[in-house]
C-alpha cells in the first residue's frame, strides 16, 4: 500500500476507505478484512466474476435446491471491472 494516497470518508450513514497499491503491486484485489483488531477480523470479497461464480456456487447448490427453483435464480455476470468501476448484468 501506499500510504499518503490512503484517504477515508466518513459520513452518518456510510464510510469509505481510499486504498493505493504499491508500484509493485499488480493485478485485481480479491479479498479483504476488517476488524477492531486481528483476532476479530471479517473477511469480504472484491466483486469479480469469480467472486460470483463462487458465491453463487455455495448459495445454489443443487442439493439444497429443486431443478425449477436454480432454473429461476438470477443470472449474475460481471462485464468489466477496473480500479475506477464495475459493470455487472443480471439477467
Same mark, same amino acid.
Not at 79 to 85: I, S
Given at each position: 500500500?501506499?500510504? %499518503?494516497? =490512503?484517504?477515508?470518508?466518513?459520513?452518518?450513514?456510510?464510510?469509505?476507505?481510499?486504498? =493505493?497499491?504499491? %508500484?509493485?503491486?499488480?493485478?485485481?484485489?480479491?479479498? !479483504?478484512?476488517?476488524?477492531?483488531?486481528?483476532?476479530?477480523?471479517?473477511?469480504?470479497? !472484491?466483486?469479480?466474476?469469480?467472486? /460470483?461464480?463462487? !458465491?453463487? #456456487? =455455495?448459495?445454489?447448490? %443443487?442439493?439444497?435446491?429443486?431443478?425449477? =427453483?436454480?432454473e429461476s435464480q438470477p443470472l449474475i455476470e460481471a462485464?468489466?471491472?477496473?480500479? #475506477?468501476?464495475?459493470? /455487472?448484468?443480471?439477467?
Open positions: 500500500l501506499v500510504c %499518503p494516497e =490512503t484517504s477515508v470518508s466518513v459520513s452518518t450513514h456510510n464510510a469509505a476507505i481510499g486504498l =493505493t497499491k504499491g %508500484p509493485g503491486s499488480t493485478g485485481l484485489w480479491e479479498k !479483504f478484512y476488517f476488524g477492531l483488531d486481528a483476532s476479530a477480523l471479517q473477511e469480504r470479497l !472484491f466483486v469479480s466474476e469469480e467472486n /460470483i461464480d463462487g !458465491f453463487l #456456487d =455455495t448459495v445454489l447448490r %443443487p442439493s439444497f435446491c429443486s431443478q425449477s =427453483t436454480l462485464l468489466d471491472f477496473t480500479e #475506477d468501476r464495475i459493470q /455487472i448484468r443480471l439477467k
